[in-house]
Structure formats: C-alpha cells, structure tokens
C-alpha cells in the first residue's frame, strides 16, 4: 500500500488524509472546488500544530506530512490509488455516480471504500463492475483521536479486500472490527443510537430529568458522558434521522423515536449546535452548559 486517495476533504476526509499522510503514505485529496481542498488542508495543519504543541509531533514532522497530501478536484488523478477512500455528502445518488466513475477510472486492483455511516454497502458496491473489491470503512469523528475503524462486508466483498483494508487500518495506527454483513448503524451506531433514544423515553415518559438520567448512567453505570448530553453533542437532528434509518428498514416498533425527539427536531432543538437540546448551550461556547433541561417533561 503506496498511495490513497480520499474523495471529499470534509470533516471526515481532512481527518483520514491527515491519518494516512501521517503514517507515510502518499495522499490523494479531492474535492469539488479548490478553495474548498484547501480548506481541507488548514484544518490538517491547525490539527498537527495542536500536535506539536501538546509535544506528541516534531515541529519538523509537520512539512513532511503536508507534503505527502497533493490536492485536486480531477478524478482522474486517483487512478492509480492502491486505495480509494470515499467521504463525501451522505446521499446514495452522489455516492453511487461516483462509484461507476472511479469503477471506469481506477486501476484493476485499486480497493474502493466508503466511509457512508447509513447507506448501503452492496448497493454502493453494485454501481461497479468490481463488488468484490467495493467494502464499508467506517471512521469515527474525530478521526485522529478515535481508534476504531468498522470494516464492513457488502455482499460480495471478498475476504481479500478486507485483508488489504485491514492492513492499511493498522498500518494508520487503528484497529478494526470486521462486520461479516451490513446492516444499518453497523455495530457502534447500532447499539448506541437505540441506547439514546432509551434514555429520550425515560424523559420523555416523565420518568426523570435529563440531569438525572445522565447522572445515572455515569455513576451507576461508570460511563464517561450521560446518554442525553451524548445526543445533544452528536446532533439531535442526527440521531433521529438515524433512528428513523433503523425504524424503516426493520420496521420494528423498537426503533420508533419517541414524540419529544420529533418535537424537538420541529423546533429546531438539535442539541449543541443549535444552542437548546436536552441542555441549554451558549451557542458562542459549545462547551459550556448554561443550564438545565428545557422540559420537566
Ligand atoms: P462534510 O459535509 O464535512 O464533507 C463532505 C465533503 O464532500 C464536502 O467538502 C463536499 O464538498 C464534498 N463533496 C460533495 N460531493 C462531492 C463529490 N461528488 N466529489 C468530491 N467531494 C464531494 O461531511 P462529513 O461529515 O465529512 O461526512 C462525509 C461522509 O462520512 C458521509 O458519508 C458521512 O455519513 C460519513 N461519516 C460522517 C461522520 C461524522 O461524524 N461527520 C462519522 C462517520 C461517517
């Protein structure tokens, strides 16, 4: 493994560029518009200032590191990519054109990945002539800290092509956990998005406030963030959207989000972001918690 490229230089893609460019492989960054790769590559190079900062980076590491990402906005230049690595908007139409595109474009032994945290791997992978060497490579924000990557098989992703993923996720200092057959929320969303949507019922069901549910969980239960101060952070708007994901596709009454989540969304309430979700937020801050719930439900 020799050389990546990363379609979209987001939140997602700048994190995995930095990672891999990090670990000595030269880096392919592209994204629609030129000002928006650079972009990319400032937020690479704020995070490996902080990195030399706190002393985990040499000063001299930095040139390097940038100097292994070549930024583009043609396709074409990935055709040679030993791995491709898709994190662009999370809209099946998007990502399926751009699959044909690389399947014609790409050499016959490049690996074409998708970070997609909802979407179908199989129906991704059936946009090309190769769903053998098509897989799901779920990265966790933010990428530089979170050490897990979720490798997930489509149907016809061959164990092959999970070898060689898993060797470039080790190679990049992560560890993966193998997903044998897709499946929405894959492992990591699958249990937490219902275990937060648990927590909105006991709130919403009148049972105990937010503070309470979220005290309860940390000490009684030794996590490091409460359930609700969880979602909030993650988006409210996102959870229920992924909710909703799992509540479609198995049409099991489980994953139904209760009507205080979709009273919220309706509101504009999406947690941090927005200022009020199941805490109020100085927006100007996000980290700080001006105050209690909104509701005493
Ligand atoms: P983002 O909105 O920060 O970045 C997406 C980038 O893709 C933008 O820069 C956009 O210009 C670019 N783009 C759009 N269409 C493109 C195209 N046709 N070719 C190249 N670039 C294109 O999005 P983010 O958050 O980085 O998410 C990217 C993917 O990663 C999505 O599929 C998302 O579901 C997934 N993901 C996101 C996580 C998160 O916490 N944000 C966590 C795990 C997965």
Redesign the pocket.
């Known amino acids: 493994m020799k050389t990546v490229a990363i379609?979209?230089?987001?939140?997602?893609?700048a994190g995995i560029a930095q990672v891999a460019a990090q670990a000595g492989l030269s880096v392919i960054l592209?994204?629609?518009?030129m000002g928006?790769v650079k972009d990319?590559l400032v937020t690479i190079e704020q995070n490996l200032d902080k990195m030399i900062k706190r002393g985990s980076l040499l000063a001299d590491e930095k040139p390097k590191i940038l100097d292994r990402i070549n930024v583009t906005t043609d396709?074409t230049d990935v055709q040679n990519s030993d791995l491709v690595i898709e994190?662009?908007?999370?809209n099946m139409a998007?990502?399926k054109?751009?699959f044909a595109e690389l399947d014609h474009i790409c050499s016959d032994h490049t690996i074409l990945a998708?970070?997609?945290?909802?979407?179908s791997i199989t129906e991704i992978a059936a946009s090309t002539k190769r769903p053998d060497r098509v897989l799901g490579m779920?990265?966790?924000?933010p990428v530089p800290q979170m050490r897990l990557v979720e490798l997930v098989k489509g149907i016809e992703t061959s164990d092959q092509t999970i070898d060689i993923a898993r060797n470039f996720t080790n190679l990049i200092g992560k560890d993966e956990v193998v997903v044998n057959r897709e499946s929405p929320g894959f492992i990591v969303n699958r249990i937490l998005m219902p275990f937060m949507n648990e927590a909105i019922f006991i709130f919403g069901d009148g049972l105990a406030t937010p503070e309470e549910i979220d005290t309860a969980m940390k000490l009684g239960a030794g996590m490091p963030m409460g359930p609700l101060e969880l979602a909030d952070m993650i988006g409210l708007d996102i959870v229920h959207a992924a909710i909703l994901v799992f509540y479609n596709e198995f049409r099991d009454p489980k994953y139904r989000p209760h009507t205080i989540l979709s009273t919220y969304i309706r509101a504009g309430y999406y947690g941090r972001k927005s200022g009020k979700g199941f805490y109020n937020y100085n927006i100007n801050n996000t980290d700080i918690i001006m105050g209690g719930s909104n509701y005493d439900s």
Do not use: P
Request: glycine share 12%; aromatic share 6%; net charge neutral.
């Open positions: 379609l979209g230089s987001g939140i997602m893609g592209r994204d629609l518009q928006i990319g396709l994190a662009v908007v999370e998007v990502k054109q751009i998708t970070n997609t945290s909802s979407l779920h990265f966790f924000n």
